[in-house]
């Protein structure tokens, strides 16, 4: 029992063979207690948890053997002896293997109390002094267990794994510290019971890291650093080159593209002057009462210059006129030929040697929209190019008429470009995408002069207008070969003072003749005086300039349409042109 008096020394150890037992001191336990020295239940009891006991005599106790045994008295324990241990300050404890504890210093067969200091077997003490085989017993449990009820037997328990340092055990409640350890000397205060405190074990510990994973953790940090590098190097370089922005850092340097070829492709209007300028000239022409300047382009290796009659006119027959080419080489010209009613002249230079003719085109390919590119000088601004399109075709004009007569008046069905063209553009070229001459600009629509084109001095407004190469080319070469050109004609006089729609045939001629000349194209084809020609190839006219004009886009010989009123009913003739010498 707690707290009783416990013999001070015990009965020797009685060898093998039978033993009498003693006569309990009590009587039975009236709760079914056995009675000292019997097997007990083998029925596991709760843990009961002992109040602070104090040791026998005030004698530490020490450490019991692994073989079980009963320590000295006053000396404490192992939390759990082996196969049930020996229960505190005497109390009789059930033996496991059939064998009980026997009465105050008498051996049993099972775990038998030993002489004091001296352990014990397994199953039953050897005599004094006699060591005890190692007992076959169960590991040691956890020195921090807590204590199991004295009057149960403790099952064996598998130890747990421990992933924490080794602790120094603790001492049960009510039980000393043996010597060596901490609180262990003679007289230490003992610590109250504490089933809170016993240390923390890990039921089991993780899994070992796989090199994959750490290979994947690797990348992940690799990225994120370059990540936050790359953001700090752009925030940096961001910082720094506001900063040098604002305040520089010394002598202004700036950034220039590298040198690049000077070919263009053969398109586009760099390429297309390229092209076209080493064959363009530009005219400075003087004369007795006036002075002009103007533009033409090179025909043939002979040093033939096409160019407009109103250019070279001032000139005369006793005037200048002076050649300056794209390269800036001068040379003087004279007239070859010239025509008013197509306002059309050719000029010739002498002992000039590397002539870049230009090609010519054809006039009738040209369509509404086709890209153009016009080279001249206006206002003396010799090799200027300008580009448009085409906005028109068969646009019928007339310029000149200053002499009052009409012999200077010019019948152009010319073609409409918005390309700038100025005064000084007169005779230059007019080139299509593959750099061919397709018209010479002649006239422009002034903002000062809303009825005679070319009259004024104004800038450009986008109205320009240049002579068909094809009409240009025929009238070139006859002032080339004959020194004049011939004009295509119907052989009839034409009303001016006609105000209807279409072209009138007067009722009587220039000098008083008849209207209509005698075998001419006219009288041939039945024409009569009154009648009105309403259409040409079947395209209408509205007035007696563009019957001209129709008729002067034509070549002699070259056979037309026409489409006569006559009496309120209309008619049809075809007529062939006939031939007139120019003027």
């Given at each position: 029992?707690?707290?009783?008096?416990?013999p001070?020394?015990?009965?020797?150890?009685?060898?093998?063979?039978?033993?009498?037992?003693?006569?309990?001191?009590?009587?039975?336990?009236?709760y079914?207690?056995?009675?000292?020295?019997?097997?007990g239940?083998?029925a596991?009891?709760?843990?009961?948890?002992?109040?602070?006991?104090?040791?026998?005599?005030?004698?530490?106790?020490?450490?019991?053997?692994?073989?079980?045994?009963?320590?000295?008295?006053?000396?404490?324990?192992?939390?759990?002896?082996?196969h049930?241990?020996?229960?505190?300050?005497?109390m009789?404890?059930?033996?496991?293997?059939?064998?009980?504890?026997p009465?105050h210093?008498?051996?049993?067969?099972?775990?038998?109390?030993?002489?004091?200091?001296t352990?014990?077997?397994?199953?039953?003490t050897p005599?004094?002094?006699?060591?005890?085989?190692?007992p076959?017993?169960?590991?040691?449990?956890?020195?921090?267990?807590?204590q199991?009820?004295?009057?149960?037997p403790?099952?064996?328990?598998?130890?747990?794994?421990?992933?924490?340092?080794?602790?120094?055990?603790?001492?049960p409640?009510?039980?000393?510290?043996?010597?060596?350890?901490p609180?262990g000397?003679?007289?230490?205060?003992?610590?109250?019971y504490?089933?809170w405190?016993?240390?923390?074990?890990?039921?089991?510990?993780?899994?070992?890291?796989?090199?994959?994973?750490?290979?994947?953790?690797?990348?992940?940090?690799?990225?994120?650093?370059?990540?936050?590098?790359a953001?700090?190097?752009?925030?940096?370089g961001?910082?720094?080159?506001a900063?040098?922005?604002?305040n520089?850092?010394?002598?202004?340097?700036?950034?220039?593209?590298?040198?690049?070829?000077?070919?263009?492709?053969?398109?586009?209007?760099?390429?297309?002057?390229?092209?076209?300028?080493?064959?363009?000239?530009?005219?400075?022409?003087?004369?007795?009462?006036?002075?002009?300047?103007?533009?033409?382009?090179?025909?043939?290796?002979k040093?033939h210059?096409?160019?407009?009659?109103?250019?070279?006119e001032?000139?005369?027959?006793g005037?200048?006129?002076?050649?300056?080419?794209?390269?800036?080489?001068?040379?003087?010209?004279?007239?070859v030929?010239?025509?008013s009613?197509?306002?059309?002249?050719?000029?010739?230079?002498?002992?000039?040697?590397?002539?870049?003719?230009?090609?010519?085109?054809?006039?009738?390919?040209?369509q509404?929209?086709?890209?153009?590119?016009a080279?001249?000088?206006?206002?003396?601004?010799e090799?200027?190019?300008?580009?448009?399109?085409?906005?028109?075709?068969?646009?019928?004009?007339?310029?000149?008429?200053?002499?009052?007569?009409?012999s200077?008046?010019?019948?152009?069905?010319?073609?409409?470009?918005?390309?700038?063209?100025?005064?000084?553009?007169?005779?230059?070229?007019?080139?299509?995408?593959?750099?061919r001459?397709?018209?010479?600009?002649?006239?422009?629509?002034?903002?000062?002069?809303?009825?005679?084109?070319?009259?004024?001095?104004?800038g450009?407004?986008?109205?320009?207008?240049?002579?068909p190469?094809?009409?240009?080319?025929?009238?070139?070469e006859?002032?080339?070969?004959?020194?004049k050109?011939?004009?295509?004609?119907?052989?009839v006089?034409?009303?001016?003072?006609?105000?209807?729609?279409g072209?009138?045939?007067?009722?009587?001629?220039?000098?008083?003749?008849?209207?209509?000349?005698?075998?001419?194209?006219?009288?041939?084809?039945?024409?009569?005086?009154?009648?009105?020609?309403?259409?040409?190839d079947g395209?209408?006219?509205?007035?007696?300039d563009?019957?001209?004009?129709?008729?002067?886009?034509?070549?002699?010989?070259?056979?037309?349409?026409?489409?006569?009123?006559?009496d309120?009913?209309?008619?049809?003739?075809?007529?062939?042109?006939g031939?007139?010498?120019?003027?």
């Amino acid at each position: 029992m707690p707290g009783a008096d416990v013999p001070s020394a015990q009965a020797p150890a009685q060898g093998p063979g039978p033993v009498e037992r003693p006569r309990p001191l009590h009587d039975p336990d009236p709760y079914g207690t056995p009675p000292y020295g019997e097997p007990g239940p083998w029925a596991p009891a709760p843990p009961v948890q002992h109040p602070a006991a104090t040791p026998a005599h005030g004698t530490p106790l020490s450490a019991a053997p692994h073989g079980g045994g009963t320590p000295p008295h006053g000396t404490p324990g192992p939390a759990h002896a082996p196969h049930g241990g020996t229960p505190a300050h005497g109390m009789p404890a059930p033996a496991p293997h059939g064998g009980g504890t026997p009465a105050h210093g008498t051996p049993g067969p099972a775990h038998g109390t030993p002489p004091q200091g001296t352990p014990g077997p397994a199953h039953g003490t050897p005599p004094h002094g006699t060591p005890g085989p190692a007992p076959h017993l169960p590991q040691q449990p956890h020195p921090h267990a807590p204590q199991q009820q004295a009057h149960a037997p403790q099952p064996e328990q598998q130890p747990q794994p421990q992933t924490q340092p080794q602790q120094q055990p603790q001492v049960p409640h009510g039980m000393a510290p043996p010597p060596g350890q901490p609180g262990g000397a003679q007289g230490a205060a003992r610590q109250p019971y504490d089933p809170w405190n016993a240390p923390l074990q890990q039921v089991g510990s993780l899994p070992p890291e796989t090199r994959e994973k750490r290979d994947r953790r690797g990348r992940r940090v690799l990225f994120i650093g370059v990540a936050v590098i790359a953001l700090l190097s752009g925030l940096i370089g961001g910082a720094t080159g506001a900063y040098l922005e604002r305040n520089g850092t010394g002598d202004v340097e700036l950034r220039q593209a590298d040198a690049e070829s000077a070919d263009r492709p053969k398109g586009s209007v760099a390429g297309i002057a390229s092209a076209t300028l080493p064959g363009v000239v530009t005219l400075h022409v003087s004369g007795d009462s006036a002075q002009g300047t103007g533009t033409g382009f090179v025909l043939d290796g002979k040093g033939h210059i096409l160019t407009n009659n109103h250019v070279v006119e001032p000139a005369g027959t006793g005037g200048e006129v002076s050649v300056t080419f794209s390269g800036g080489e001068t040379a003087k010209a004279e007239v070859v030929g010239r025509d008013s009613g197509y306002d059309l002249a050719v000029v010739r230079v002498t002992g000039v040697r590397g002539l870049k003719p230009l090609p010519l085109g054809n006039s009738e390919n040209v369509q509404v929209g086709d890209s153009v590119v016009a080279i001249g000088a206006p206002f003396d601004l010799e090799n200027t190019v300008t580009s448009g399109i085409i906005s028109a075709k068969e646009r019928p004009i007339t310029a000149g008429g200053e002499k009052g007569d009409g012999s200077d008046i010019s019948y152009v069905d010319a073609l409409q470009t918005d390309a700038p063209i100025n005064p000084g553009n007169s005779g230059g070229p007019l080139v299509d995408s593959k750099a061919r001459v397709i018209g010479i600009n002649s006239a422009i629509r002034s903002a000062d002069d809303g009825s005679d084109p070319g009259g004024g001095q104004a800038g450009s407004i986008g109205l320009g207008f240049a002579i068909p190469i094809n009409q240009g080319k025929r009238v070139a070469e006859e002032l080339i070969n004959f020194g004049k050109a011939t004009h295509p004609v119907i052989g009839v006089t034409l009303d001016t003072e006609f105000n209807g729609d279409g072209a009138r045939i007067a009722d009587k001629g220039k000098s008083g003749g008849p209207s209509v000349n005698t075998n001419g194209p006219g009288d041939k084809a039945g024409l009569k005086p009154g009648d009105v020609i309403t259409e040409v190839d079947g395209r209408a006219v509205h007035s007696s300039d563009e019957l001209i004009v129709k008729v002067r886009a034509h070549r002699p010989k070259d056979r037309l349409r026409l489409t006569v009123e006559r009496d309120g009913g209309d008619r049809e003739v075809t007529l062939v042109l006939g031939s007139a010498g120019g003027d």
